[in-house]
């Protein structure tokens, strides 16, 4: 009579949970797959965040005024301009220069560095973000004066993004 019991409240506890599952509006494995995601979409503007820097270094401490500029001038190619979060595919070429022309269309970040240089990029400033769309809007990867990427939750990359603009 126990193990009946302990058998009826399992096929319960597994019909509740099945059908918990199959209900959830989330994918089951979408988290895992997402913070791969992110860490990849991290070490992309971590190397966009290298080639501003030997632009940088190259053009008397001056930002590059378009990302375009990084393909034809650094060693980077399109598919680190690109998330995979995103439904942004890279830009095609066979040259730099024709890649570079196709990148407006082809790239999945926001550039904030316009204007700015070495000296006049802070530490704490946004140099490159994400559009809010990317990541299922849970947050956004962001690349800092300093070179450093975080992944940012929404709030407070809103607010941040709003101290610099």
Not at 36 to 54: D, E, F, K, P, Y
Not at 74 to 85: A, G, H, K, L, R
Not at 87 to 101: D, I, L, Y
Request: proline content about 4%; aromatic content about 8%; charged content about 20%.
């Amino acid at each position: 009579i126990v193990l009946m019991f302990v058998c009826g409240i399992v096929s319960v506890g597994m019909a509740h949970q099945t059908a918990w599952l199959v209900r959830s509006d989330q994918p089951m494995f979408r988290s895992g797959r997402e913070s791969a995601n992110r860490a990849r979409c991290g070490s992309n503007m971590r190397q966009i965040g290298q080639a501003i820097t030997l632009f940088a270094l190259e053009h008397e401490g001056r930002y590059p005024d378009l990302l375009e500029e990084l393909i034809t001038t650094q060693d980077v190619t399109p598919e680190v301009f690109v998330c995979v979060s995103s439904n942004v595919e890279r830009a095609e070429g066979k040259t730099p220069a024709e890649q570079a022309a196709h990148l407006r269309d082809h790239c999945s970040y926001i550039y904030h560095g316009r204007g700015l240089t070495t000296k006049t990029a802070a530490a704490d400033r946004p140099i490159l973000c994400e559009p809010q769309s990317n990541h299922f809007g849970q947050g956004m990867n962001i690349l800092f004066g300093d070179g450093h990427v975080d992944f940012v939750p929404m709030e407070q990359a809103e607010r941040l993004l709003q101290q610099f603009r």
